[in-house]
């Protein structure tokens, strides 16, 4: 496993400062959630990390520089991300979903046939992600929560080493919501995780080690019961009631 590490990590637009001066280490099979209010740059920070906005300072991931690499390149070095939206193809099945994303080689007139053999990799996220009962199914009649397992099964035929979730539990029951927290917590064997969320019940659930960003700059950073205890967060994100 690969962890992550960022130094004075910087991103700005046309003056003003998103992200200003970010240092964050993420440990190999870590489950990181990054927390704070609506602008505080966790979003952005995720941007700069797959290439979607430009930066300054160092990202780097194992021995490689994300800085300055298109996002092909950051996604061939094993980091993927999800979304807010689901980006799953809705008129095919979640067989075939899994199958583009896995890069098998079939054309696009092929993926209307129904395949004789699938893949190894395939197999086993379907099984990962719980839907090998539904690989033929339509993605688009699939529950909101279905299509975000989903879509991190299509990250996982990919071979993906740093998976970078933006607020995956938006929207799911809380039974989706505990299924999901399982399946990060089984990913995580093999791969480090980033979750950036506003569900603060899910965090202290699942959360391993938690940041918290305020105006673009780490406010907090430990446990769930640190930062649950800080003062700082306690005012600033959360309210001087505290996160109890």
């Given at each position: 496993m690969t962890g992550l590490e960022i130094r004075g990590l910087r991103v700005s637009f046309d003056g003003f400062v998103a992200v200003d001066g970010v240092d964050l280490t993420v440990a190999p099979?870590?489950?990181?959630?990054?927390?704070?209010?609506?602008?505080?740059?966790k979003t952005t920070l995720v941007d700069a990390v797959t290439g979607l906005v430009k930066a300054t300072g160092s990202v780097r991931f194992g021995d490689h520089e994300l800085l300055g690499r298109p996002v092909h390149r950051i996604a061939r070095l094993g980091v993927g991300r999800t979304f807010q939206t689901s980006s799953v193809f809705e008129g095919l099945t979640v067989l075939q979903n899994l199958d583009i994303a896995a890069g098998a080689g079939r054309g696009a007139w092929t993926m209307a046939r129904r395949r004789r053999t699938v893949p190894v990799a395939v197999s086993?996220?379907?099984?990962?992600?719980?839907?090998?009962?539904?690989?033929d199914a339509l993605a688009g009649t699939l529950a909101h929560g279905h299509k975000q397992w989903l879509e991190i099964g299509m990250l996982l035929?990919?071979?993906?080493?740093?998976?970078?979730?933006?607020?995956?539990?938006?929207?799911?029951?809380?039974?989706?919501?505990?299924?999901?927290?399982?399946l990060l917590a089984a990913i995580s064997a093999a791969r480090t995780v980033v979750v950036i969320e506003h569900?603060?019940?899910?965090?202290?659930?699942?959360?391993r080690t938690v940041t918290v960003l305020h105006a673009g700059r780490v406010l907090s950073e430990g446990t769930v019961a640190q930062v649950q205890a800080d003062p700082r967060v306690q005012e600033v994100y959360l309210g001087t009631g505290g996160v109890a």
């Open positions: 099979g870590d489950i990181r959630f990054l927390i704070g209010p609506n602008g505080a740059g086993e996220a379907l099984e990962t992600i719980g839907l090998a009962g539904r690989q035929v990919q071979n993906v080493d740093l998976l970078l979730l933006d607020e995956p539990v938006a929207g799911m029951s809380h039974e989706e919501r505990d299924a999901t927290g399982a569900d603060m019940d899910f965090m202290r659930s699942f959360a």
